[in-house]
């Protein structure tokens, strides 16, 4: 069955840095979008995503310049680099292969900025 494991999140300041892993297994991971999730206090966006071949990135404005979105095809992994965190950053995040509503989504990893 398709999964989705994520890691790497935890406890920051404002102003550091996170890097999440996202291990997938049970599909033809490189042929598939790939896409990062959060849901904090609101409902749960869409906040970056890239193509199949990791050729093409998109992101949402709220985090824009700060966070980095990659895949390692090879690895079956996803990864999204965070920078310069917000506490507004702080939610559940969620990696998912863009366009697979059937699937279930994982349990995610918490991001906490505070100081």
């Known amino acids: 069955q398709v999964e989705f494991v994520e890691s790497g999140g935890g406890l920051v300041q404002p102003g550091g840095s996170l890097r999440l892993s996202c291990a997938t297994s049970?599909?033809?991971?490189?042929?598939?979008?790939m896409a990062w999730y959060r849901q904090g206090k609101k409902e749960r966006e869409l906040i970056a995503d890239i193509?199949?071949?990791?050729?093409?990135?998109n992101y949402a404005d709220s985090v824009k310049g700060r966070f980095t979105v990659s895949r390692d095809n090879s690895k079956n992994m996803l990864y999204l680099q965070m920078n310069s965190l917000k506490p507004e950053d702080t939610a559940m995040y969620y990696c998912?292969?863009?366009?697979?509503?059937?699937?279930?989504w994982g349990q995610g990893t918490q991001v906490t900025v505070s100081s």
């Open positions: 998912k292969c863009k366009y697979c509503r059937n699937a279930d």
């Open positions: 049970g599909f033809f991971f490189s042929n598939f979008d």
């Open positions: 193509t199949g071949a990791g050729r093409f990135t």
